[in-house]
């Protein structure tokens, strides 16, 4: 098509907009990464098929989206405009929506979510309370636009914050509104956006060179699905918010640096660049204005630490992936050595909304009063991923200030199971386990940094009492020993040895002074390490055993394992009282370590046992304990 002016946006809305508007229903089908995998895809070709076959297609419409947030039950469908929310639909389910619902008007009421904690049938997608406490910014069009179609971004106001700032024509003042709205660093970092910006400007107008802007996709965390889910629901807000910020900084090139295990949302970053190109929305003259960048999506190779700012760019350049010596900035000498922005998915996310809706509204959101300084609060919305021990895990965006125990027992739906909550650890392997008694504290930079964790890129795990902490730091440490880049001493030696203590603990051979001499540990490794994955790489140490002292001191003095994780020092045992006979474990012990006949009581063999839980799991009378 031809290349279209500032008016033409305007127009592209209306007319979208008007052809949406004919349909009496919009069945709007999740197809996030999960969704897929649970045959999301055949579900809109069912649909867009029995449709076509009856005739139907003008009354109703198919559009596939990407996550709308609730990730536990998919794939969901998202009727519009009555909104309706259908869970878990099966392929299968296709015949009975359009005869019933679609034809019919009649809810199918074993499709809608059942809400965990009071049982009761949510019609409306408005209903459920998983919703309820949440704001959108940075997914403000999660599961209302096809991804795919720069149209339907464009009808929900995309590209409006990009033709206000070509009218201005302001970089400066770009700055300054990103400035006042107090955005701080949404990769992990926290550091001020705005100030971020003024700096790779300055130092490219100093250098006399045009500056690179990067966006950071290279998501690594266990658990930790924002930045994908973004770019897979609606990835021409990110293209538009480093318009933005290209325009601001004076590039000219621009990159997103992707990480190899998101096919679908390097496949649909990839379909939106080309399409944002053919719009005259990137390349020369954009918009009809004298402004020009162009933006290319580069793979990353899967390296966590490569997520790291000074990595990235190594990576970006073909060279191995290491950190360097933070006294070099970036926005000096970043990416080919020139000035360099670069900031993650979800912070280019919230600009353009920024830009439309003024610095002010974006900094009353949050804690602190960021008109002083934006290292005086967190302004705006979080995204994280809730998962672990919870009954609704999904992806939500809360106001910073939102309280621990909002997200995880208001929206999340509590522990299942009936178990209770014992830790929840954010901010990703580098991140701290926060207990209990500070579920009240409110979720912002400085508050989770203070508890012993830091807010990472918005990794949540929650935790239930069945829960190790011993084993929770290994796990992490051990994890980071596979991905430290091993270029400073202290964290390729401090961490492999922080692991062989730690190792040693749950394996029953800890000692006394070995809390100690991690805690040293941890402390020489924060002070010295070249990179923040080192320098972060303690707090799940340091955190658990601030909070959890107990359970080292258990596994240490009593060799025991509160929790009955650790099999070094837990075994399986059946209560006789318990026991009715019923041959379940024995039937399912892989080593054949369980005698005794129906109906009879049981009796595990500890040397057969290899303490892999399962008749811990397949007991239906609590008759398996864990000593």
Same mark, same amino acid.
């Given at each position: 098509?031809?290349?279209?002016?500032?008016? #033409?946006?305007?127009?592209?809305?209306?007319?979208?907009?008007?052809?949406?508007?004919?349909?009496?229903?919009?069945?709007?089908?999740?197809?996030?990464?999960?969704?897929?995998?649970?045959?999301?895809?055949?579900?809109?070709?069912?649909?867009?098929?029995?449709?076509?076959?009856?005739?139907?297609?003008?009354?109703?419409?198919?559009?596939?989206?990407?996550?709308?947030?609730?990730?536990?039950?998919?794939?969901?469908?998202?009727?519009?405009?009555?909104?309706?929310?259908?869970?878990?639909?099966?392929?299968? +389910?296709?015949?009975?929506?359009?005869?019933?619902?679609?034809?019919?008007?009649?809810?199918?009421?074993?499709?809608?979510?059942?809400?965990?904690?009071?049982?009761?049938?949510?019609?409306?997608? +408005? #209903?459920?309370?998983?919703?309820?406490?949440?704001?959108?910014?940075?997914?403000?069009?999660?599961?209302?636009?096809?991804?795919?179609?720069?149209?339907?971004?464009?009808?929900?106001?995309?590209?409006?914050?990009?033709?206000?700032?070509?009218?201005?024509?302001?970089?400066?003042?770009?700055?300054?509104?990103?400035?006042?709205?107090?955005?701080?660093?949404?990769?992990?970092?926290?550091?001020?956006?705005?100030?971020?910006?003024?700096?790779?400007?300055?130092?490219?107008?100093?250098?006399?060179?045009?500056?690179?802007?990067?966006?950071?996709? @290279?998501?690594?965390?266990?658990?930790?699905?924002?930045?994908?889910?973004?770019?897979?629901?609606?990835?021409?807000?990110?293209?538009?918010?480093?318009?933005?910020?290209?325009?601001?900084?004076?590039?000219?090139?621009?990159?997103?640096?992707?990480?190899?295990?998101?096919?679908?949302?390097?496949?649909?970053?990839?379909?939106?660049?080309?399409?944002?190109?053919?719009?005259?929305?990137?390349?020369?003259?954009?918009?009809?204005?004298?402004?020009?960048?162009?933006?290319?999506?580069?793979?990353?190779?899967?390296?966590?630490?490569?997520?790291?700012?000074?990595?990235?760019?190594?990576?970006?350049?073909?060279?191995?992936?290491?950190?360097?010596?933070?006294?070099?900035?970036?926005?000096?000498?970043?990416?080919? @050595?020139?000035?360099?922005?670069?900031?993650?998915?979800?912070?280019?996310?919230?600009?353009?909304?920024?830009?439309?809706?003024?610095?002010?509204?974006?900094?009353?959101?949050?804690?602190?009063?960021?008109?002083?300084?934006?290292?005086?609060?967190?302004?705006?919305?979080?995204?994280?991923?809730?998962?672990?021990?919870?009954?609704?895990?999904?992806?939500?965006?809360?106001?910073?200030?939102?309280?621990?125990?909002?997200?995880?027992?208001?929206?999340?739906?509590?522990?299942?199971?009936?178990?209770?909550?014992?830790?929840?650890?954010?901010?990703?392997?580098?991140?701290?386990?926060?207990?209990?008694?500070?579920?009240?504290?409110?979720?912002?930079?400085?508050?989770?940094?203070?508890?012993?964790?830091?807010?990472?890129?918005?990794?949540?795990?929650?935790? #239930?009492?069945?829960? =190790?902490?011993? +084993?929770?730091?290994?796990?992490?440490?051990?994890?980071?020993?596979?991905?430290?880049?091993?270029?400073?001493?202290?964290?390729?030696?401090?961490?492999?040895?922080?692991?062989?203590?730690?190792?040693?603990?749950?394996?029953?051979?800890?000692?006394?002074?070995?809390?100690?001499?991690?805690?040293?540990?941890?402390?020489?490794?924060?002070?010295?390490?070249?990179?923040?994955?080192?320098?972060?790489?303690?707090?799940?140490?340091?955190?658990?055993?601030?909070?959890?002292?107990?359970?080292?001191?258990?596994?240490?003095?009593?060799?025991?394992?509160?929790?009955?994780?650790?099999?070094?020092?837990?075994?399986?045992?059946?209560?006789?009282?318990?026991?009715?006979?019923?041959?379940? =474990?024995?039937?399912? =012990?892989?080593?054949?370590?369980?005698?005794?006949?129906?109906?009879?009581?049981?009796?595990?063999?500890?040397?057969?046992?290899?303490?892999?839980?399962? =008749?811990?799991?397949?007991?239906?009378? +609590?008759?398996?304990?864990?000593?």
């Amino acid at each position: 098509m031809n290349k279209i002016t500032r008016k #033409d946006i305007a127009k592209i809305a209306e007319r979208r907009n008007r052809e949406l508007g004919l349909y009496k229903t919009k069945l709007m089908v999740c197809t996030c990464t999960n969704c897929v995998s649970q045959n999301a895809i055949e579900i809109v070709k069912r649909l867009q098929n029995e449709i076509e076959k009856k005739g139907l297609e003008n009354d109703f419409v198919v559009i596939p989206t990407g996550t709308n947030g609730y990730c536990g039950d998919g794939p969901n469908i998202l009727f519009q405009p009555d909104k309706t929310f259908y869970v878990g639909v099966k392929p299968n +389910d296709v015949d009975e929506i359009i005869e019933k619902h679609l034809i019919g008007g009649q809810v199918i009421e074993r499709l809608l979510h059942k809400d965990p904690v009071t049982g009761e049938i949510d019609e409306k997608i +408005d #209903d459920f309370k998983f919703f309820n406490k949440q704001l959108h910014i940075a997914l403000r069009n999660k599961g209302l636009i096809n991804p795919e179609n720069i149209e339907d971004y464009i009808a929900h106001g995309g590209y409006k914050a990009l033709v206000k700032v070509l009218d201005e024509n302001t970089p400066e003042k770009i700055i300054q509104e990103i400035i006042a709205s107090g955005i701080r660093g949404r990769g992990g970092g926290g550091f001020p956006t705005g100030y971020k910006w003024q700096s790779g400007r300055k130092s490219a107008i100093e250098q006399n060179v045009a500056p690179y802007i990067v966006c950071n996709a @290279d998501e690594g965390d266990p658990g930790a699905y924002m930045d994908r889910s973004i770019i897979e629901a609606d990835p021409h807000t990110v293209i538009e918010g480093m318009l933005i910020g290209a325009f601001a900084i004076g590039a000219k090139e621009g990159f997103v640096y992707i990480r190899k295990e998101y096919p679908l949302a390097l496949e649909r970053l990839n379909k939106a660049i080309a399409q944002a190109k053919e719009y005259g929305l990137l390349g020369e003259n954009i918009l009809g204005s004298n402004f020009s960048f162009d933006i290319s999506a580069r793979r990353g190779a899967g390296s966590y630490v490569c997520g790291e700012s000074s990595a990235l760019m190594r990576s970006l350049e073909g060279r191995t992936g290491e950190p360097r010596a933070k006294y070099v900035h970036a926005t000096e000498h970043g990416f080919r @050595d020139k000035p360099t922005v670069l900031n993650n998915v979800e912070t280019f996310a919230n600009i353009p909304v920024i830009i439309e809706k003024t610095a002010n509204w974006f900094a009353s959101i949050g804690t602190g009063d960021v008109s002083k300084s934006p290292w005086n609060g967190s302004s705006g919305t979080k995204v994280f991923s809730l998962v672990g021990n919870i009954k609704n895990t999904g992806l939500v965006e809360v106001p910073m200030g939102i309280t621990l125990r909002e997200i995880i027992f208001d929206i999340g739906g509590g522990i299942p199971n009936g178990r209770e909550f014992k830790a929840v650890q954010t901010g990703g392997p580098s991140g701290g386990c926060i207990p209990k008694n500070l579920l009240d504290m409110k979720i912002d930079f400085d508050s989770l940094e203070e508890a012993g964790s830091m807010m990472g890129s918005g990794g949540m795990i929650v935790m #239930d009492d069945h829960t =190790c902490m011993v +084993d929770v730091a290994r796990y992490f440490v051990d994890f980071l020993v596979d991905e430290s880049c091993g270029k400073c001493t202290p964290c390729r030696e401090g961490l492999h040895i922080m692991s062989g203590i730690l190792n040693r603990i749950c394996d029953g051979e800890g000692k006394e002074g070995d809390i100690e001499l991690l805690e040293e540990l941890c402390d020489t490794i924060k002070d010295t390490a070249l990179c923040q994955l080192g320098a972060t790489a303690p707090n799940p140490v340091l955190s658990t055993i601030k909070y959890f002292r107990d359970e080292y001191e258990a596994h240490i003095k009593e060799k025991r394992c509160p929790a009955g994780v650790c099999k070094a020092l837990i075994h399986y045992e059946i209560v006789p009282d318990k026991c009715t006979g019923c041959m379940l =474990c024995a039937r399912n =012990c892989p080593v054949d370590a369980i005698e005794g006949e129906p109906k009879k009581v049981h009796k595990i063999d500890t040397n057969k046992c290899i303490k892999c839980g399962v =008749c811990y799991e397949v007991c239906n009378f +609590d008759a398996v304990e864990v000593k």
